[in-house]
C-alpha cells in the first residue's frame, strides 16, 4: 500500500464529526437558523438557497476563475436531489461505501508530491504529478462545503471537488477554460451534477476554433464518455496511484481525448508560421 | 387420529326432496371403490378454512346432523399437542392477524374460547410507510372507525359493529387457530350424536365422478365426487369442499381454472425478539409495515417481546438472508425499518458483514424513531422460511357438487394480511348457504344451492385482490410519476381509510 494512503486513512473523518440522525431539516426563517450539521456549515433558506445559485452562477460564468463562486453554483444547486443521486451512487458501489465510510481528504497535504515523483512513469500518481508539473498548479486545499445540509452529502461534494483534478490528469485536459469545459461536460455525464452542466455554459466564453473544436470533437467525447464509464466518483484515488494509467482508464471505460494542449500549440505554431510567411511576402 | 366410524350414516332428511336422494346408506363395512362411505359433506383440509367451515356447519341447529368427514395430509394431532406443550418465549413462524370479523365469526362457532389467549396479541396501532418517499399513515381504532364494515355476512357485520373494542386486529400462530378449531371440534364431538370423521394423516389419492347407481335402497351415487383416500378408504361427496389450499387437488378435480401470476417475490418468515415490547399494556401494541421496492417488510407483535417478521422480497434477496449468520440476520431485519433502499440493496448483495454496514450506516441515516419497531435482538433459532407470493384466482368457487374456501380459492400477497381472513369469511358464508339449503330442503350439493355462496364472496374477495395486487405494484416502482404521486398517495389513501380497511378486512366489499 502506498504510504500516502494510509496517511490518508489516519487522517480519516476529521471534520465531518459523526451526528445521531436528526428530523428531517424543516423550514426555517433566517431568524432561527438552526445550528450547523458538520464544522463550516451554514444552513440556508430555500430562498437564500436559489438567490445565491443564480447570482453565483451568472458570476462564475463572467468570471471563471472565480473558484469561490463556481464552488457556491454547486452546492446550492446539488440540493435536494443531485447530491443523493452521487451519495446513492456511492452507497451502490463496495469502493464508494468504502470512501464514505474513511472519509479520506486529498490536499496538498495529505498527497505527497515528492512520493508521485519517483512513481514509475505509467502510474497514476505519476501522471498526476506530471499533469501538475505541466499545467504549473499545486495540489491544493480546495474550497470547504458549507452549504449543504446533510453531513455525508456535504462530504461527497467535497470529495468530488477534491477529485476533480484527478480527472484531469486520467484525461490529460489542460486547465485552460477550454480543457475545463471539456471536463465539465464530462463531469456532468457522469455526475449529473447541474453545476457541472452550468460550468458548460462558460463555452460562449470560447474563441470561435475553441468553441467549434468543442462542440465537434470534445463535447462528443465528454458525453459519451462520461455516460458510458463507470461513476468516477468511486475511485479511491489514494489506492490508485501506483496502478497503470491505462489499466485504470480501462476499467473505468475512459478513452483518452486527443491531446488539447498538444493541438492548441501545434495550431499555434501552425498560425505563427503562417504569420511569419505572410509577413516575409 | 380418529378412527374411522362406519356406523354413522345420513341422517334422514326432514324434506321430501333430500329424503329421496338420502334413502338408507347404511354401511357397516368398510368403504371401497364399489362401496363408498356416503356423507353429505366430504371437506379436503384441515388448515383454518376447512376446520371452521366444519365447526360451523356442526354449531348450527340446521346443520348439525349432517354428516361430515375432513380429510388432511398433516398430522392435525400434532398441531393441537405443539401448542398445548408451547412455553410462551416460543413462537410457531406461521403467524395471522384476526381481524374482528374473523374474531366475531370464531365466537359464533364458539371456537375462540378455545383459543390460548395467552399466545393472542391484540394490536390497535400501526405504522405503515413508504421506504423511497417517507410517507406514512400512523392510525388506531379511533382515526380508522368511521368508514364503513362492507362485509356482507350478517354473523361478522354485527360483531363489528358491536365491538366495543379498539384492537385493529389480533396477531397469533396459525397453530393456535387450528389447534382451537380442532378442541371445538373435539367438544361438539363429546356433546352430540353426530361426531366429525376425521381423516388426519391421510391424503386424498384421487377424485372421480360415480358412474353406477347404487341398489334400489340406496343412494344414487351417479354424478357424486368419490374421494379415494391414501389408506385405500373411498367416500362419496353429496358436497366435496376444497379446502385443500393454493395448490387445490379438489379444484383440479372440478376443472375449475384459477388464474393469476407469481409475484416473483418470495414471504420470508421469522420469529423475533425484541428489545421491548411494542407497547407497555398487553392488550395494545403496534404493527409495523414498510413499503420496500423490493416488497414490504412487515414486522407484527406477539406476546411479550416477541414479534412475527413478513418480508416480501426478491427470491435471491430471500435465499440469502435464510443463509446469514443471526447476528448478520438481525441487523438486516432492523436495517429493513431504518435504512434507505439503496443500503439495502446493496446489502442483500454481500454474504456477510451486513452487522458492521449497518451500524455504520444507522450513523447516517435519518430515520423517524417514533416510527420504527423496537429493534431486533434475536431471531428464534430455524424460525427462518420463504414461501414463494403468488396472486390466483379461481374462475368460480362453486360447481356441480363442489364448492372451494380459502387459498384453494384464492391466494394473495400478504401484504394486507387477508389471506386466511378472507377463507374464514368464505367458510362463514358457505355454512350459511348450506344452512339456507337445508333448511329450504334442497339438495346442499346442487349447483343452484351454491349459488348463494359464490354470489356472497366472489365480488368481495375478486376486489381485496385487485386491491391488494395494486398495492404491491404501486410500491414495486423506485421512481418517476408513480413515486411523486405516492408521496402525495399514501396521504390521499390515508384520508380516503381505504388502506386502513385493508388491513382491517373492510375494503373486502368494494366501496
Ligand atoms: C408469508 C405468509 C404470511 C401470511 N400472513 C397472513 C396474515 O397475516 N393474515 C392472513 O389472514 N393470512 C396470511 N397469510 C395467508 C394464510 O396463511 C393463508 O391464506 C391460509 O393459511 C389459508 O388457509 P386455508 O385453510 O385456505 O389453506 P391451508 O392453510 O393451506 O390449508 C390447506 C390444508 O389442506 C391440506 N391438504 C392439501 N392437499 C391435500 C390433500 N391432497 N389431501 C389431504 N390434505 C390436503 C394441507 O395439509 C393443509 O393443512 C400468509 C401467507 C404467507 C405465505
Not at chain 2, 371403490?33 to 354449531?59: H, Q, W
Not at chain 2, 407470493?389 to 401484504?415: I, K, N
Request: hydrophobic share 40%.
Amino acid at each position: 500500500m502506498a504510504p500516502i494512503h494510509r496517511a490518508v486513512r489516519a487522517r480519516k473523518a476529521a471534520q465531518y464529526v459523526t451526528r445521531q440522525p436528526q428530523r428531517c431539516a424543516a423550514a426555517f426563517s433566517v431568524l432561527n437558523r438552526p445550528p450547523p450539521s458538520y464544522e463550516g456549515h451554514i444552513p440556508l433558506t430555500t430562498i437564500e438557497r436559489g438567490a445565491m445559485a443564480v447570482s453565483a452562477a451568472l458570476g462564475s460564468l463572467w468570471n471563471p476563475y472565480r473558484g469561490d463562486l463556481i464552488s457556491i453554483t454547486g452546492e446550492t444547486t446539488a440540493t435536494p436531489y443531485f447530491i443523493y443521486r452521487l451519495r446513492d451512487a456511492m452507497l451502490r458501489d463496495p469502493t464508494g461505501r468504502r470512501i464514505l465510510r474513511d472519509r479520506p481528504r486529498m490536499t496538498s497535504k495529505t498527497i505527497d508530491v515528492k512520493y508521485l515523483r519517483t512513481l514509475p512513469a505509467n502510474t497514476v500518481g505519476r501522471a498526476f504529478f506530471e499533469w501538475l508539473e505541466r499545467e504549473g498548479v499545486e495540489q491544493d486545499s480546495r474550497e470547504q462545503v458549507k452549504y449543504i445540509d446533510d453531513e455525508e452529502c456535504a462530504y461527497v461534494m467535497q470529495r468530488y471537488r477534491e477529485s476533480h483534478d484527478f480527472f484531469h490528469a486520467l484525461t490529460g485536459l489542460p486547465i485552460v477554460q477550454e480543457g475545463e469545459v471539456a471536463l465539465k461536460a464530462f463531469e456532468f455525464a457522469n455526475t449529473v451534477l447541474p453545476m457541472t452542466g452550468l460550468a458548460m455554459g462558460a463555452a460562449i466564453n470560447l474563441k470561435p476554433a475553441e468553441r467549434s473544436r468543442f462542440w465537434e470533437t470534445y463535447l462528443p467525447w465528454a458525453l459519451t464518455n462520461g455516460l458510458k464509464s463507470k461513476e468516477v466518483i468511486n475511485v479511491y484515488w489514494e489506492e490508485q496511484l501506483e496502478r497503470d494509467v491505462g489499466e485504470l482508464r480501462a476499467e473505468l471505460n475512459i478513452e483518452k481525448p486527443p491531446d488539447l494542449r498538444e493541438t492548441r500549440r501545434v495550431l499555434r505554431e501552425k498560425r505563427r508560421a503562417e504569420k511569419a510567411a505572410r509577413q516575409a511576402q | 387420529m380418529r378412527p374411522f366410524r362406519p356406523q354413522y350414516f345420513l341422517r334422514e332428511a326432514r324434506r321430501s326432496r333430500v329424503r329421496q336422494v338420502v334413502g338408507g346408506a347404511h354401511r357397516s363395512y368398510a368403504s371401497s371403490a364399489t362401496n363408498p362411505e356416503v356423507y353429505d359433506l366430504v371437506c379436503v383440509g384441515g388448515g383454518p378454512a376447512g376446520l371452521s367451515l366444519v365447526n360451523a356447519l356442526r354449531s348450527n341447529g340446521s346443520t348439525s346432523h349432517l354428516k361430515i368427514a375432513l380429510i388432511d395430509s398433516q398430522d392435525l394431532s400434532k398441531i393441537s399437542h405443539g401448542q398445548h406443550n408451547a412455553s410462551p418465549t416460543d413462537y410457531s413462524n406461521r403467524c395471522s392477524s384476526l381481524t374482528p370479523a374473523s374474531m366475531a365469526f370464531l365466537d359464533t362457532i364458539g371456537a375462540s374460547p378455545h383459543l390460548n389467549t395467552s399466545r393472542v396479541r391484540p394490536y390497535n396501532h400501526m405504522n405503515v410507510w413508504d421506504g423511497i418517499t417517507g410517507q406514512h399513515i400512523t392510525f388506531d381504532w379511533a382515526t380508522a372507525h368511521g368508514f364503513p364494515s362492507l362485509e356482507p355476512n350478517p354473523i361478522t357485520a354485527s360483531a363489528i359493529s358491536s365491538a366495543e373494542s379498539k384492537t385493529i386486529a389480533y396477531m397469533t400462530e396459525n397453530s393456535n387457530l387450528v389447534s382451537a378449531l380442532l378442541a371445538r371440534s373435539a367438544a361438539l364431538d363429546a356433546s352430540t350424536s353426530h361426531p366429525l370423521t376425521l381423516y388426519s394423516s391421510t391424503k386424498v389419492d384421487n377424485v372421480e365422478l360415480g358412474t353406477q347407481s347404487e341398489d334400489p335402497e340406496g343412494v344414487d351415487l351417479r354424478s357424486w365426487p368419490l374421494v379415494t383416500l391414501s389408506n385405500g378408504a373411498t367416500l362419496a361427496a353429496r358436497l366435496l369442499v376444497g379446502a385443500d389450499g393454493p395448490n387445490s387437488f379438489v379444484r383440479t378435480f372440478a376443472g375449475i381454472q384459477s388464474r393469476g401470476w407469481d409475484y416473483e417475490r418470495m414471504g420470508v418468515v421469522a420469529t423475533l425478539e425484541l428489545e421491548s415490547p411494542t407497547a407497555a399494556e398487553p392488550e395494545s401494541a403496534t404493527a409495523y409495515q414498510r413499503f420496500l421496492p423490493s416488497g414490504p417488510a412487515a414486522l407484527l407483535p406477539l406476546p411479550g417481546n416477541y414479534a412475527t417478521l413478513v418480508w416480501s422480497t426478491h427470491p435471491s434477496y430471500a435465499a440469502r438472508l435464510r443463509e446469514l449468520n443471526e447476528e448478520d440476520a438481525i441487523a438486516m431485519v432492523n436495517a429493513a425499518f431504518r435504512l434507505s433502499s439503496v443500503d439495502l440493496e446493496y446489502l442483500h448483495t454481500i454474504s456477510s458483514g451486513q452487522a458492521d454496514e449497518v451500524a455504520w450506516r444507522l450513523q447516517h441515516t435519518q430515520f423517524n424513531n417514533d416510527l420504527v419497531p423496537p429493534q431486533v435482538m434475536g431471531i428464534k433459532k430455524g424460525s427462518v422460511a420463504a414461501f414463494p407470493l403468488r396472486m390466483r384466482h379461481a374462475d368460480t368457487y362453486t360447481g356441480e357438487r363442489v364448492a372451494l374456501v380459502g387459498d384453494a380459492a384464492h391466494t394473495m400477497h400478504p401484504l394486507a394480511g387477508q389471506g386466511l381472513n378472507s377463507g374464514l369469511l368464505d367458510a362463514a358464508a358457505l355454512a350459511r348457504t348450506i344452512s339456507d339449503a337445508v333448511n329450504s330442503g334442497a339438495d346442499i350439493g346442487d349447483t343452484l344451492s351454491l349459488e348463494g355462496y359464490n354470489t356472497a364472496r366472489y365480488a368481495a374477495n375478486h376486489a381485496l385482490l385487485g386491491a391488494v395486487d395494486k398495492l404491491h405494484k404501486v410500491y414495486s416502482w423506485q421512481s418517476g410519476p408513480v413515486v411523486w404521486g405516492r408521496s402525495l398517495g399514501l396521504g390521499v389513501v390515508e384520508r380516503w381509510g381505504g388502506l386502513k380497511g385493508l388491513f382491517m378486512g373492510g375494503a373486502s366489499g368494494g366501496a
